[in-house]
């Protein structure tokens, strides 16, 4: 929408160049009338230098950019008056007699007009229009009546041009200033579809962001995961035989003196779980995605963990392994494969356990991974403690892939460790 004084986009510019194009043309027909009055000696209007003056003048008015920052919003306006009048009064400049006006140069002035009817088309309402034609009309009007005389006027067939000219001036006008608002409106839509469309690229930037802060986040929750995960996969190796080396060398130090023979064979046996232990954390670090999963599968790879811990650690322990267990993601394979572990090698350094038994099924669309022992136990109320790290690692597991795992224990009776993933739970 245009501000007060500002000019509609092209219109000074158009302007400019028709008032050059009547300049050329009205140049051009000084010299052809000066050419046949010569010829003719007629006594016929005709065009002389006067007759440049008016656009002459009007296009350096329309080319010094200083008159425009002077004049402001009345500088169009007075260009249009300026034109029009000049147009007007054209035949009454060169010392013509006013007598001698026909139709032909009325017609000339009507084509003419078209150049300040179009500027006003173009820059106002339909309303300046209207007003402009009938000023133009009316002021023709008045130096015909004054010029002919009002009855010789009336008589003359210059009336019914005047009549076309009021015509095609406000048919012009009308057509013109439709044409032109359909424009406006199509910029007005371009303008608001750019201003959706910065706004859309300004959200689009805005949800970049929010993403790259999001991937960071999510990168940041990696990392500590992946934290997690070594933590428990380190405290299934190293935990465990260090926590065996500590017993036993709490308990030669106590028979050293008293016993030296049977100090030295747990010294022996405390160097066989050291090497066991740094046998076992290479196998860690090296296949910390358990790679049994990948050569045997979930079944046969808890079942080759299960019958290594008993022939390792010295206990029974019965199995009831599914084969068809179905296709699970690895992560969940994964989940019970190191929850079948962790519960095994509780078993075997804490549980002080005879017998255990080890269940592995898929019961419609759950999968149950249960592990009993008849060990000593512990309380399961008590809350956590450094300890009982392993089995804070199951339950992190447990949730990290949606499972759940409950965990039932009472000192003398043993522990049963129940996973479920899938179903109802």
């Known amino acids: 929408m245009k501000t007060a004084g500002e000019l509609e986009r092209g219109v000074l510019p158009t302007f400019r160049l028709f008032t050059g194009v009547q300049l050329a043309i009205t140049g051009l027909g000084v010299i052809t009338s000066g050419l046949a009055h010569f010829q003719s000696q007629s006594e016929s209007i005709t065009l002389s230098s006067a007759n440049l003056l008016v656009p002459g003048a009007l296009f350096l008015y329309l080319s010094i950019p200083s008159i425009q920052r002077s004049l402001k919003s009345l500088y169009l306006p007075v260009g249009i008056i300026w034109s029009a009048v000049g147009l007007i009064l054209d035949p009454y400049l060169a010392g013509n007699n006013p007598l001698e006006i026909n139709a032909n140069w009325l017609w000339r002035q009507i084509f003419m007009l078209c150049i300040p009817l179009v500027v006003v088309s173009w820059?106002?309402?339909?309303?300046?229009?209207?007003?402009?034609?009938?000023?133009?009309?009316?002021?023709?009007?008045?130096?015909?009546s004054w010029a002919l005389g009002v009855q010789a006027l009336l008589s003359s067939p210059l009336l019914v041009v005047i009549s076309i000219q009021l015509i095609i001036f406000l048919l012009v006008g009308y057509i013109t200033v439709k044409l032109l608002s359909l424009q406006r409106e199509q910029w007005q839509r371009l303008a608001e579809a750019n201003a959706r469309l910065a706004e859309a690229n300004a959200r689009l930037a805005e949800a970049n962001a929010r993403?790259?802060?999001?991937?960071?986040?999510?990168?940041?929750?990696?990392?500590?995961?992946?934290?997690?995960?070594?933590a428990r996969e380190l405290h299934d190796v190293l935990a465990h035989t260090l926590s065996g080396v500590a017993v036993e060398l709490e308990g030669m130090r106590s028979i050293l003196r008293q016993d030296p023979d049977r100090a030295q064979a747990l010294l022996g046996n405390s160097l066989k779980a050291i090497r066991e232990g740094l046998t076992?954390?290479?196998?860690?670090?090296?296949?910390?995605r358990a790679k049994p999963l990948e050569d045997l599968g979930?079944?046969?790879?808890?079942r080759s963990l299960a019958e290594s811990y008993a022939g390792r650690f010295d206990f029974q322990?019965?199995?009831?392994?599914?084969?068809?267990?179905?296709?699970?993601?690895?992560?969940?394979?994964?989940?019970?494969?190191?929850?079948?572990?962790?519960?095994?090698a509780n078993i075997a350094n804490h549980a002080?356990?005879?017998?255990?038994?080890?269940?592995?099924?898929?019961?419609?669309?759950?999968?149950?991974?249960?592990?009993?022992?008849?060990?000593?136990?512990?309380?399961?109320?008590?809350p956590g403690s450094p300890n009982h790290y392993g089995l804070l690692g199951m339950h992190?597991?447990?949730?990290?892939?949606?499972?759940?795992?409950?965990?039932?224990?009472?000192i003398g009776t043993g522990t049963t460790i129940t996973f479920l993933y899938g179903g109802s739970q």
């Open 211 to 230: 993403l790259a802060q999001q991937a960071t986040a999510l990168e940041q929750l990696t990392i500590s995961r992946e934290r997690n995960r070594l």
């Open 317 to 344: 322990i019965d199995l009831s392994i599914e084969n068809g267990l179905g296709d699970y993601p690895v992560e969940v394979q994964q989940c019970v494969y190191r929850i079948a572990e962790e519960a095994l």
């Open 280 to 288: 076992e954390t290479r196998r860690a670090l090296l296949e910390l």
């Open 123 to 144: 820059q106002y309402a339909l309303r300046h229009v209207i007003w402009f034609s009938a000023l133009t009309t009316a002021m023709t009007l008045a130096l015909l």
């Open 298 to 302: 979930l079944a046969l790879a808890v």
């Open 352 to 382: 002080q356990a005879q017998n255990a038994r080890l269940i592995l099924r898929r019961d419609e669309d759950q999968l149950q991974l249960i592990v009993q022992d008849d060990g000593r136990g512990f309380d399961s109320g008590l």
């Open 396 to 410: 992190e597991r447990a949730e990290m892939i949606g499972g759940s795992l409950s965990i039932e224990s009472r």
